[in-house]
């Protein structure tokens, strides 16, 4: 497990790489026909001699493609993730933990069925928008249909070789139905990290200039004690300074989309982040260290404020977050002193 997980996680960097995802689609189409001859084993109805005598190597060549597919989803979802969307990576970590366990106590239809359609779905999610170039709610809804084609298409072929009965038949459409239900209800609440984008590096600056291709970002020296900090978590102004905000965003190299820079403030009086502005710019993939892009702000008065990256349906890539302190006041002049 731990060799498995600590390979994919050194072997998988890109999530746009073609070879790596045909070799997961791969996995899927053999995960997917294990799932039907178990099931139709379970039933008594698989009648091929050779393969009855692979019965007993189902389980465990199920239990390792489900974990491989499982781990290369939480090394591509975790680039991608951030606090809001952290959720639907704890289910993916749960998911690939249980595999490890779960076909020696529940190896029936309804936990093959629910496994194999998150598989599916957790893959067709990223790699639709790595085949089209594009990325959005129309094509989260593309992965759901074609997701829930397959694994209808599976229980229809397994239910005409008599191998289900009408209310077991009816049990596996509604699990494939309320986790067709959960998932939607995790884009919605953005709790899904937006694969196939990924941010690489963010940060706030003082300046930000461009020449020859190549960023110079300026920042404040960071205390001996912070010797990794590479941007302003705690801006100084001085008079008339501008807050730049410097993000590189992984995108796959066909996809075109926009990328939002959320600048907002806290209010003390409200208890909430306040939106100040939302400014958006065009993000070309391909660049393996991430589309770089800039806004800035004038006049940023003191309180603690973040610019989050995000989609354009605001699907949060990372937050950026950093504080403005008061200025300090003048020191009064010294008052003079008798002779």
Request: hydrophobic share 45%.
């Amino acid at each position: 497990f731990v060799g498995g997980v600590t390979w994919d996680a050194t072997t998988l960097r890109r999530i746009d790489a073609w070879f790596d995802n045909l070799f997961l689609l791969g996995y899927l189409l053999v995960l997917g026909g294990l799932t039907v001859l178990a099931i139709l084993d379970q039933n008594g109805r698989l009648r091929h001699p050779r393969l009855q005598r692979l019965r007993p190597w189902f389980p465990p060549i199920i239990q390792f493609v489900a974990g491989a597919l499982f781990s290369a989803y939480v090394v591509y979802y975790a680039q991608s993730v951030s606090w809001a969307s952290s959720i639907f990576l704890v289910v993916l970590i749960g998911l690939l933990v249980a595999n490890e366990f779960i076909w020696a106590r529940a190896f029936n239809l309804y936990v093959l069925i629910g496994v194999y359609f998150l598989a599916t779905l957790t893959f067709f999610i990223f790699f639709l928008p790595v085949l089209f170039g594009t990325m959005g709610y129309g094509m989260f809804v593309l992965s759901s249909l074609i997701s829930v084609g397959v694994v209808g298409g599976m229980l229809y072929y397994v239910r005409r070789e008599a191998a289900l009965q009408d209310t077991q038949l009816a049990a596996a459409g509604g699990i494939v139905i309320l986790l067709l239900l959960t998932m939607h209800l995790f884009y919605a609440q953005n709790w899904i990290p937006p694969v196939p984008l990924a941010l690489r590096s963010g940060g706030v600056y003082h300046d930000v200039q461009v020449e020859d291709n190549a960023f110079t970002l300026t920042y404040e020296p960071a205390p001996w004690y912070l010797p990794w900090r590479r941007a302003d978590d705690v801006f100084h102004p001085a008079p008339g300074d501008t807050v730049y905000c410097f993000a590189a965003v992984f995108a796959p190299t066909a996809l075109e989309t926009q990328i939002v820079h959320h600048w907002q403030r806290f209010s003390p009086e409200r208890e909430a982040w306040m939106t100040t502005d939302r400014i958006r710019y065009d993000v070309t993939g391909g660049r393996r260290n991430g589309y770089r892009g800039v806004t800035f702000k004038q006049h940023a008065p003191p309180r603690p404020r973040r610019a989050d990256e995000e989609t354009p349906t605001g699907q949060v890539l990372g937050p950026i977050s950093f504080s403005i302190p008061p200025p300090h006041p003048p020191r009064p002049p010294p008052h003079p002193t008798p002779p």
